[in-house]
């Protein structure tokens, strides 16, 4: 038996931006229309801001000189980002229709989405900005689930969760706007020992040394600040989340970022990607962690 999501939880005082990053962070995504994002989401009205991953079904795409090449192209494009986020929740464990999520900073709330649809449960998702937590409820609202899953605009460093009361969490690259060591503390401090946490993200390889010029160059184009692999794993480790699982994706995302750099909608920081990866200065990752 499962229970609602309470209009008294939405309805608390939301407070202005912790700090004026993340009052930066707020303008940014209110202000965030790409086409790359909406004609993506469109497909079938999953809205990601994250990457793909797996191999380009080029049979599906047909020839560029195909009239519906573009459409094809925007579909495959769309299939690789929501397998990215199904590979997200595979690492989840044996959630049930009884648990809470966090989706920590959620983004348009397609991963919710996507989490309620797979287990039945509520998605509690959390976002700096107004504008995707409005259009997040307002999909959940259109989709008949939004007594299971929500946006509140709040800093994931500081949530209202009760503490233990959580069963899994995750970001999906939504970590490298925020202190590492403060994030893993607001996870443990929300899990139940023996929850599970996941995160994919972009983090600069300790192996190259320091963070080369596309690292530099994607954190420009974001406003963000890319943590190194070591980083992760400290932070995790001094905040009792234990790596049960550290999967390099940097080849499944590859063929995307190739695909994605001939489609229309490229916005400029496909080079970054394409050659940060490829030199190995940089790393798509997923880690799993139990909370013990
Ligand atoms: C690249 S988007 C990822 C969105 C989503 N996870 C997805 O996969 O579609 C980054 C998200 O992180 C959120 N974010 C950044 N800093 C945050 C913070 N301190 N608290 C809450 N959300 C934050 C942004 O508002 C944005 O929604
Ligand atoms: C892996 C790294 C370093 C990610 C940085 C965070 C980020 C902006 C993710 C994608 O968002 P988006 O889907 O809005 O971006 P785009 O418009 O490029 O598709
Ligand atoms: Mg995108």
Redesign the pocket.
């Known amino acids: 038996m499962t229970t609602e999501l309470t209009a008294t939880d939405a309805s608390a005082t939301i407070p202005g931006p912790a700090t004026p990053y ?1 009052g930066d ?1 707020a303008r940014y ?1 209110n202000a965030e229309a790409r086409p790359v994002n909406l004609r993506l989401g469109d497909v079938d009205g999953l809205y ?3 990457y793909g991953i797996g191999a380009v079904d080029h049979a599906s795409l047909g020839t560029p000189e195909d009239s519906e090449y573009e459409k094809k192209l925007i579909t495959e494009l769309h299939r690789l980002e929501s397998a990215q986020a199904e590979v997200l929740l595979d690492h989840l464990g044996p959630i049930t229709a009884a648990d809470t999520l966090v ?6 709330g ?2 919710s989405v996507m989490a309620h649809q797979r287990f039945g449960c509520k998605v509690e998702g ?4 107004s504008t ?1 937590a409005e259009f997040g409820n307002r999909r959940a609202r259109e989709l008949g689930i939004d007594s299971h899953v929500r946006a509140q605009v ?4 500081d949530t209202p969760f009760e503490k233990g009361s959580i069963a899994a969490s995750w970001n ?3 970590s490298m ?2 202190d590492l060591d403060d994030l893993m503390a607001e996870h443990s401090r929300f899990l139940k020992v023996g929850g599970r946490y996941v995160t994919i993200t972009g983090c600069w390889n300790p192996k190259y040394g320091q963070p080369s010029k596309w690292v530099s160059q994607i954190n420009a184009h974001f406003e963000c600040n890319i943590h190194s692999r070591r980083e992760y794993l400290k932070a995790m480790a001094d905040n009792r989340l234990v790596p049960q699982a550290v999967i390099d994706l940097t080849p499944d995302t590859l063929p995307y970022w190739e695909l994605r750099a001939t489609s229309s909608l490229v916005t400029g920081i496909e080079e970054a990607f394409i050659e940060s990866y490829k030199d190995g200065s940089f790393q798509y990752v997923l880690i799993a962690a139990d909370r013990v």
């Open positions: 993340q962070i995504w990601h801001h994250h989706d920590a900073g959620c983004g348009r397609g991963s959390v976002t700096l900005s995707q709040c800093n994931m460093l999906n690259e939504s706007y925020v």
